[in-house]
Every structure is written in C-alpha cells, then in structure tokens.
C-alpha cells in the first residue's frame, strides 16, 4: 500500500469530498451538500467538479463505489461512495498538514494583529 | 424529464466520451437535484461555471494522458537522430548533426525514467495513435500535393510525363491517407478503466 504522505497535498476539492466521506456512505447529490455544508457555503461544486473529483479518488484507490445501495435509501439509480483504509489516512494526514499550518499561521500572526 | 434537465443532458456531451459514459446519468440527476433546491435560475449559474470550467479541462486531460506524453516524446527522439544521422549523411551543416544529436540524448536522459516505464509497460494504444500521426501526415502531404498540383499545372515545363508521375504520386497519397483512416476506425478501442466497486 502506498504511504499516506505520497497523496499530500491533496487538491481541494479532493480534500472536501474525503471529508464529506467520513460522515458515512454518501451518494453524489449527499457530497455536494455535505461540502457545501461544511465549508459553510463558500465551495459549491458542481456535477462535473464532483464526479471528476470522484474519478479521481476512485482511481486512487482513496474512495470506493459500493455495488449495492444502502437499505436506507430506496432510490437504486444513485451510486454509493465510502472511504477505503487508505483514503481515511490520506484525509487524516492532509488534516494534520492543515492543522500543522493553521499553527504556524497563528502563532505568526496573531501576536501582530492582536 | 423536464426541458432544463434535457438540455443538461444534451450539454453532457461535451464531455469526453469515457467520462460521459460512466457518470452522464449522475451528472444529470445531480442537476436535477440542484435543480429541484434551488430552481432554475440558481442551478444553471452553478452548472454554468462548472461546465465551462470542466468541460476544457477533462477535454486536456484527455488529449494529454501520460501516454501521448511519452509517444510525442519517442517520436521527438526519433526525428531528432533521424535529422542528425540525415545531416551527418548528406554532409549539410554537420554541426547541425550534433546538435539534433545532443538534443536527443538531453531529452532521452532527462525524461529516462518515463521512457523506461514505457518498456516495461508498452502502450496498447500504440497502434492507433501510430495510425493517427500517419494520417495527420498524409493529410499534410494531401495539402502540401494540392497546392503544388494547382501551381504547377499551369507551367509548361510539367506538362507530359512529369505530370502524369506527379498525378500518380498525388494520388497514391490520398490512397494512403484513406487506408490509414480505415484502418485506425477499425482498431478497436481501449475499454476504460473500471471503477472499484465493493460489497456494501
């Protein structure tokens, strides 16, 4: 399996739908909502930036398409995306990365601005 | 199916084809999600900026996958020892040879490790892109013979038998350039790669 740190820096929109991911098993539409919501409305994807995005993640081997849907979902035309082992590390690592940023630039700027 | 979901799925096209093949339908029932959120007006000003923003995009990615980066560079390599090993016979411009010669070598040691990639792992596409360039080039040729054919009908000297081997060669080329074309239609195509996909 490939190191966690090989993915870093993820993209973007990458980033928000892993994390959108790990709210659980989400259908296309379900991501596009859940970044929007978590970014709090500042990314609104689009379709093709999301399945783009999914391709991408699916490719890499960071996200996975279930074969079956859900039972809480009656609605069979919607595809199911979760995220694999690797792609909670990668999300997890490119979280740490963010984290070890917003660190710096804190303890940079805020004695200045404060 | 609503009329503004039937122009989304009329816009999917742009796409390139592998990508509109396997998420067209999740492209459009995302649009119409969007569109039953956020009505009309909202759900086409985000598709909007998606489309124009996607649509080059995956079109880019498309013509420049890894592959068609190391055949163009296999074929720059090739021409530029074909252009020395020709200038160094011929006897023009020898320091020319060399350089074409330098670059080749440059170029083949700089980008090495895509190169042998491209040994261990051959591209199956190969054929058709090979077919591809050779009708590119006898469309070249067609042009090039056209324009040629036009100047010099006129002009005496290429009257006779000149012209005659002049047709022949015109149209052995377009001949050529047919055949080529056929036979990249009739090479099949690579299937996509498939998504993953796991038990729920």
Known sequence: MESPDSFLPLAPAQFHVLV???????????????VEESSGGVVKMGPATLYGTLKRLVDAGLAEELARRPARDDDQRRRYYRLTALGQKVCLAEADRLAALVRVTRSNLRPRLS | MTGHARTYRALV??????????????????????????????????????????????????????????????????????GAVLSYLTGVYPGVALLLLV??????????????????EPDPDRRRRLLRLAASLFGLCIVGSAAMFVELSGDEQWHGGKLVAYNAFFFATLLGAVGTLVAGLRTPRQPMTPGRTVAA
């Open chain 1, 20 to 34: 959108a991911l790990t709210d659980g098993d989400l259908h296309g539409y379900a991501i596009m909502q859940a």
């Open chain 2, 13 to 82: 096209r742009l796409y390139p084809s592998g990508f509109r093949r396997e998420y067209r339908d999740d492209l459009v029932q995302a649009f119409c999600d969007l569109l039953a959120r956020d009505g009309a007006a909202r759900a086409w000003g985000r598709t909007a900026v998606d489309l124009s923003v996607t649509v080059p995009r995956y079109r880019l990615e498309t013509i420049m996958t890894s592959a068609t980066t190391t055949f163009a560079l296999q074929l720059t390599i090739a021409a530029l020892t074909l």
């Open chain 2, 103 to 120: 670059l080749a070598i440059a170029i083949a040691v700089s980008q090495r490790s895509r190169l042998a990639r491209a040994v261990r």
